[in-house]
């Protein structure tokens, strides 16, 4: 098993170098010249007006947040897909108490406006 | 063996040097990137403990989900990133005697204990063993954390929320 | 070769950055990257014991998926806190959240 | 399995991967690229590229000879650290995912990188780090467009991570494993998409929200903000960013190839051929919807995903988890 993860380890390793390749040839062979604008922020041919640092909208936290505790939901039923067939009826009924509580809660965000975009 | 031994102190220098980004960058941003890495290389050594399926489960909520939300909260708040404005306060040095005497409190006591050597293999394969305890004797567990979830949607909408 | 300790060695090293972030940040949402580095230091040594010591039960690794269902929700409920308390006092600075002072 | 010395198998690897990564930039990058140009000419009877090599066959290789000698420019306000690494993260994302993707099989045993066995759930594991290269990009370049498409994207790609990863749960069930050659083992008699149509409808829709492409491209709209979350990079890096879009989306073709029409399995022809066959069927799928339908708002978008998709695979699976283990 090891085995296979040392494979996948020399993926990522020779797959990143494979990715930087590229950037180091356009280091290397790229043309270079500099004006003053040249390294401006683009925006539509506008100097830009202050920095994009500045805020957004909470509405974007709400959706990542219902989508973490969504995530989680569906890491306990990994497990429970690879065995439900060979555990029969069982796995069914705690599968379905499992969600139906989850549902509550989508219906709860959903009752609540928080999947509303405003 | 020799394999074992470079990937685990490979792993331990990636998570502790991000570990250390994340602690001590003066850019919120930068410290929540760095812990991307800190997070994968622990994901590595859950891999090198045989904890596959639990490897899976950090990259996918941590990295890909926590992280995400993070990122999300400190662009929201942090127009510039918190450049501007000191990011520790004055207990520096205590804080740093603090953390040395925990850590090592907890070293000593790791090379100190002889630890006991249990008997058994480890299961294979990870997620078969823990489905099967889940809807075995760990059912009660697996149900509650639905609860957990639930209470954590509630909870987190209601803060959250804007209140008109 | 790679014993027990050696895990348990560098989880109590983790764990001390992570604490050092919660005493020394004045930000609220670096505190809690700390706890997240803590949490993970707690993750190694649960799943190095399962490994180690007790190699025929699974349970040092349901602790751990457990903890990190716990450190998801802390992670929401928590940041959504700092999103209300930013929302009221324009601050995610611990230190000047001090409205609660006697 | 016999063992051989270590080298071999670091050889093995390295091989293995400069193959796979030369393969997807090939065939996705490039192929897909001159294709999606030309299938986008054909649907509004134009003609597409045609002058470059036979037929235009050249046109993508000539336009990376000329990004590989473009300037690359790093914006005055970005933060270079995150600005640089962020093109490394995408594309290498979106690559990692091929390792778990069979693409044909012969005597010896299926043709894999390596068949992981946590298989489907590295795969969504391993894409949504992508998430994270995006928001790197988009916060990074400190340009408006760049951050706001960031943000988009990242709202729209979790929220359609969570109906992928329940499809993903139902075939593990009928499957009994979460390795992609178990799955496509087990639909030697039965396709799954014969038995789970509405999984395949949730995965092909939510597939396409999940690499950003029209009708749910409101991230890259380029009426609006110019090309999203790589606005400001140039040269080689753009293309990078490409391959990372390219690369996925050709990935998630195969996932759905692996998971609903039995992978590389097909009568008379090599494997490999039968794969590439049903790749390209549904490449061509998604490059048709993307020059047929319009855009979606964010608000029609994110709920698309919440109301919509979200419950129907729940029930989906309630129902296939009914039928499987409780009538069987």
Redesign the interface.
């Known amino acids: 098993m090891l085995l296979d993860w040392g494979y996948v380890a020399i993926f990522a390793l020779v797959g990143a170098g494979m990715v930087s390749m590229p950037l180091a040839i356009i280091a290397l062979i790229s043309p270079r010249s500099s004006y003053p604008h040249k390294r401006e922020t683009y925006e539509s041919g506008m100097a830009p007006i202050g920095e994009a640092w500045s805020q957004f909208n909470v509405r974007y936290y709400l959706f990542s947040l219902i989508f973490v505790v969504f995530d989680v939901e569906i890491i306990y039923l990994y497990p429970w897909a690879v065995v439900a067939r060979s555990l029969g009826a069982p796995a069914f009924y705690s599968i379905v108490v499992f969600l139906a509580v989850l549902v509550l809660g989508l219906a709860y965000a959903w009752r609540k406006g928080a999947l509303e975009w405003t | 063996m020799v394999g074992e031994a470079l990937a685990f102190y490979l792993l331990a220098a990636i998570t502790l040097a991000s570990g250390i980004v994340v602690v001590t960058s003066p850019n919120l941003v930068h410290s929540a990137v760095a812990l991307v890495p800190a997070l994968l290389g622990v994901t590595g050594l859950y891999i090198l403990l045989n904890a596959e399926f639990l490897a899976g489960v950090q990259v996918l909520i941590y990295a890909g989900g926590i992280t995400v939300l993070i990122l999300f909260v400190i662009m929201l708040t942090e127009g510039a990133t918190g450049l501007r404005v000191p990011q520790r306060n004055e207990q520096g040095p205590i804080g740093a005697a603090v953390a040395g005497a925990a850590a090592a409190v907890l070293i000593a006591v790791a090379t100190r204990t002889p630890w006991a050597h249990g008997a058994g293999v480890l299961p294979s394969y990870t997620p078969g063993a823990i489905g099967e305890s889940f809807l075995g004797p760990n059912l009660l567990l697996f149900e509650g954390t639905s609860v957990v979830l639930l209470v954590t949607l509630v909870g987190a909408i209601l803060i959250a929320r804007k209140e008109d | 070769m790679i014993t027990l300790t050696h895990y348990l060695v560098l989880s109590a090293l983790l764990f001390g950055l992570g604490l050092y972030a919660v005493l020394t940040r004045r930000n609220s949402v670096a505190m809690l990257m700390g706890i997240e580095l803590m949490l993970n230091a707690a993750n190694i040594n649960l799943v190095a014991f399962n490994k180690y010591a007790a190699p025929g039960a699974m349970q040092g690794q349901i602790f751990a998926l457990i903890v990190i269902t716990i450190a998801a929700c802390e992670a929401a409920v928590g940041l959504a806190l700092i999103l209300a308390a930013y929302r009221r006092f324009e601050t995610t600075y611990v230190d000047e959240l001090d409205t609660m002072k006697g | 399995m016999d063992v051989m010395p270590?080298y071999v198998?670091?050889l093995r690897?390295?091989v293995?991967?400069?193959i796979?990564?030369s393969a997807v930039a090939i065939v996705t990058a490039m192929l897909g690229v001159l294709l999606e140009r030309r299938i986008s000419a054909w649907i509004q009877s134009r003609i597409g590229p045609v002058h470059v090599g036979p037929r235009g066959l050249l046109q993508t290789v000539a336009n990376t000879v000329k990004l590989?000698?473009?300037?690359?420019?790093?914006?005055?306000?970005?933060?270079a650290?995150?600005f640089s690494?962020a093109?490394?993260v995408v594309?290498?994302a979106a690559?990692?995912d091929y390792?778990v993707l069979p693409f044909g099989t012969t005597r010896a045993g299926p043709l894999i990188?390596?068949?992981?066995?946590?298989g489907v759930?590295?795969f969504?594991?391993?894409s949504?780090?992508i998430?994270?290269g995006i928001?790197?990009a988009g916060?990074g370049?400190?340009?408006?467009?760049?951050?706001?498409g960031g943000?988009r994207s990242?709202?729209q790609m979790?929220?359609y991570?969570?109906p992928i990863?329940?499809v993903l749960?139902?075939i593990?069930?009928l499957a009994?494993?979460?390795s992609t050659v178990t799955i496509v083992n087990a639909q030697t008699h039965l396709w799954f998409i014969v038995s789970q149509p509405v999984s395949f409808v949730i995965f092909f829709v939510a597939a396409i929200a999940e690499v950003n492409r029209a009708p749910f491209d409101l991230v890259e709209a380029e009426s609006e903000l110019?090309a999203g979350y790589f606005?400001?990079y140039t040269?080689?890096?753009f293309?990078?960013f490409q391959l990372g879009e390219y690369g996925e989306m050709f990935a998630m073709a195969a996932l759905a190839v692996t998971l609903f029409f039995g992978g590389w399995q097909g009568p008379v022809l090599p494997s490999v051929v039968w794969f590439l066959i049903k790749l390209y069927v549904l490449v061509f799928v998604f490059m048709w919807v993307r020059w047929t339908y319009p855009r979606f708002r964010?608000?029609q978008l994110?709920?698309f995903s919440?109301?919509i998709l979200?419950?129907v695979a729940?029930a989906n699976?309630?129902v296939t988890?009914?039928f499987?283990?409780?009538v069987h």
């Open positions: 270590w198998e670091v690897a390295i293995g991967t400069i796979i990564f590989l000698q473009k300037e690359y420019i790093l914006p005055r306000n970005a933060d650290v995150i690494s093109v490394i594309p290498l690559l990692l390792v990188y390596r068949d992981l066995n946590i759930l590295y969504a594991a391993t949504s780090l998430v994270v928001l790197m916060w370049s400190n340009n408006k467009y760049a951050l706001l943000l990242a709202a979790v929220s991570e969570i990863g329940l749960i139902t593990a069930m009994g494993s979460l110019v606005s400001e040269g080689m890096r293309a990078l964010i608000d994110l709920n919440w109301k979200i419950p729940l699976l309630v988890a009914f499987v283990i409780v």
